[in-house]
């Protein structure tokens, strides 16, 4: 029998690591015996690996309190405290940043208006939520181990900012300039990847191998999880379906292109509607909250505005689902607060416009993580590097 080289090893045993700590992550406490019959692994193997990992902070042990007859059991978790992970949603007029558990599990949370789009004074601001949500981190082993941030723009596979047309940034290394101010590894993503990778970790899309997250807020991106992973495209920049043309003679989109979706079913389009329809006597600064309380009242103009929304979202729902076929579409983002008012105007123009297989095949979901899906979905790819670079994932 072929002996195994020492890389090979390496590989199984990091596979075996791998499996061992994801057992115990997601079916603690649990026995080692029960992990060794679950994954089929030697008890050997399984007892090194523990040790390993209970030696790393990862792993903790306690007995039992009850048992069949004879020796109790040491029982098994995960130390979701081992250290935290900082998750930020950067958007167009917000900053909301998380500090999380190994687990996903929120610590704090810090969110500020935005008054500028300078990228200077964005980044200012973020330094300082970041250095608030550092400061409140409890003592742990590790500390804080990552911090991811979801962007509003194209991300190549370098983490760079290619462009971000609503904030009207091009070719910024903001992973690098925070990663030199904190001396924390920065994952930097597309924030409806983040959102997507959020909801399908941690909310309404787990247990679903393909589904499309639409984050719709200033602007509409998506992001877009096929077998159970996230696809970015070619060069990183999929899923920006904000960009579908959905009026060919429309007007001109920031991003070059006429008559894109998201000019009139993100935010700011129904913003720029309100105030076009006059449903407030003071229409200068009509904000969110502003129109969403007007529908909890009955306002006859918002509830019509907001109805015209729900439309313009399912004329692109209608192109995403013929496209991809998906088993669940997650609308998330701020616009998701709507979903009372706008939910009965998507489904319609889904059920006027979609094949009978299409509709009965996909789900409608709105987000369950609500404003946090972005945040948690940036701070769970930070968590993943981590164990990765601990060698508990495999590449």
């Given at each position: 029998?072929?002996?195994?080289?020492?890389?090979?090893?390496?590989l199984?045993?990091q596979?075996?690591?791998?499996?061992v700590?994801?057992?115990?992550?997601?079916?603690?406490?649990?026995?080692?015996?029960?992990i060794?019959?679950l994954?089929?692994?030697?008890?050997?193997?399984?007892?090194t690996?523990v040790?390993?990992?209970?030696?790393?902070?990862?792993?903790?042990?306690?007995?039992?309190?009850?048992?069949?007859?004879?020796?109790?059991?040491?029982?098994?978790?995960?130390?979701?405290?081992?250290?935290y992970?900082?998750?930020?949603d950067?958007?167009?007029?917000?900053i909301?940043?998380?500090?999380?558990?190994?687990?996903?599990?929120?610590?704090?949370e810090?969110?500020?208006?935005?008054?500028?789009i300078?990228?200077?004074d964005?980044?200012?601001?973020l330094y300082?939520v970041?250095?608030?949500l550092?400061?409140?981190?409890?003592?742990?082993?590790?500390?804080?181990?990552?911090?991811?941030?979801?962007?509003p723009?194209?991300?190549?596979?370098?983490e760079?900012?290619?462009?971000?047309?609503n904030?009207?940034w091009?070719?910024k290394?903001?992973?690098?300039e925070?990663?030199?101010?904190?001396?924390?590894p920065?994952?930097?993503?597309?924030?409806?990847?983040?959102?997507?990778?959020?909801?399908?970790?941690?909310g309404?899309?787990?247990?679903?191998?393909?589904?499309?997250?639409?984050?719709?807020?200033?602007?509409?991106?998506?992001?877009?999880?096929?077998?159970?992973n996230?696809?970015t495209?070619?060069?990183?920049?999929?899923?920006?379906m904000?960009?579908?043309?959905i009026?060919?003679n429309?007007r001109?989109c920031?991003?070059?292109?006429?008559?894109?979706?998201?000019l009139?079913?993100s935010?700011?389009?129904?913003?720029?509607?309100?105030?076009?329809?006059?449903?407030?006597?003071?229409?200068?600064?009509?904000?969110?909250?502003?129109l969403?309380?007007?529908?909890q009242?009955?306002n006859?103009?918002?509830?019509?505005?907001?109805?015209?929304?729900?439309?313009n979202i399912?004329?692109?729902?209608?192109?995403i689902?013929?496209?991809?076929?998906?088993?669940?579409?997650?609308?998330?983002n701020?616009?998701?607060?709507?979903?009372?008012w706008?939910?009965?105007?998507?489904?319609?123009?889904l059920?006027?416009?979609?094949?009978?297989?299409?509709?009965?095949?996909?789900?409608?979901?709105?987000?369950i993580?609500?404003?946090?899906s972005i945040?948690?979905?940036?701070?769970?790819?930070?968590?993943s590097?981590?164990?990765k670079?601990n060698?508990?994932?495999?590449?």
């Amino acid at each position: 029998m072929q002996k195994l080289k020492t890389g090979d090893q390496n590989l199984v045993k990091q596979m075996n690591k791998s499996i061992v700590f994801h057992t115990i992550q997601k079916k603690g406490p649990i026995s080692r015996a029960q992990i060794s019959k679950l994954t089929g692994l030697n008890k050997a193997t399984v007892s090194t690996m523990v040790s390993e990992m209970i030696d790393e902070s990862f792993v903790y042990e306690i007995e039992a309190t009850q048992s069949s007859g004879g020796r109790k059991p040491v029982m098994l978790y995960f130390n979701n405290h081992a250290g935290y992970s900082i998750g930020i949603d950067l958007g167009v007029n917000y900053i909301l940043g998380l500090l999380t558990d190994l687990n996903g599990n929120i610590i704090e949370e810090v969110s500020q208006d935005l008054t500028t789009i300078q990228y200077g004074d964005v980044k200012q601001q973020l330094y300082a939520v970041i250095q608030t949500l550092i400061n409140k981190a409890p003592d742990s082993p590790y500390g804080v181990i990552g911090i991811g941030i979801g962007v509003p723009g194209n991300i190549n596979h370098e983490e760079t900012i290619i462009l971000a047309p609503n904030l009207k940034w091009e070719h910024k290394d903001l992973k690098t300039e925070v990663q030199n101010e904190f001396y924390i590894p920065v994952k930097i993503q597309n924030e409806a990847n983040s959102g997507a990778i959020g909801e399908h970790i941690y909310g309404a899309g787990r247990n679903i191998s393909n589904l499309i997250y639409v984050s719709i807020g200033i602007g509409i991106g998506t992001g877009i999880i096929i077998q159970g992973n996230l696809y970015t495209g070619t060069s990183g920049i999929s899923g920006e379906m904000g960009h579908f043309t959905i009026d060919a003679n429309g007007r001109k989109c920031r991003c070059g292109n006429n008559g894109c979706w998201e000019l009139y079913a993100s935010e700011n389009a129904l913003l720029e509607h309100a105030k076009k329809q006059k449903v407030l006597e003071e229409t200068n600064a009509i904000t969110l909250k502003q129109l969403s309380t007007e529908a909890q009242m009955g306002n006859k103009k918002v509830l019509q505005v907001l109805h015209t929304l729900g439309e313009n979202i399912g004329i692109g729902l209608t192109n995403i689902i013929n496209t991809f076929n998906p088993q669940m579409i997650i609308i998330g983002n701020r616009l998701s607060q709507f979903s009372s008012w706008i939910s009965n105007p998507i489904h319609n123009v889904l059920d006027e416009r979609l094949s009978y297989y299409h509709k009965e095949n996909t789900d409608i979901n709105f987000s369950i993580l609500g404003k946090h899906s972005i945040a948690l979905g940036a701070a769970s790819i930070s968590i993943s590097h981590f164990f990765k670079e601990n060698k508990l994932e495999n590449e």
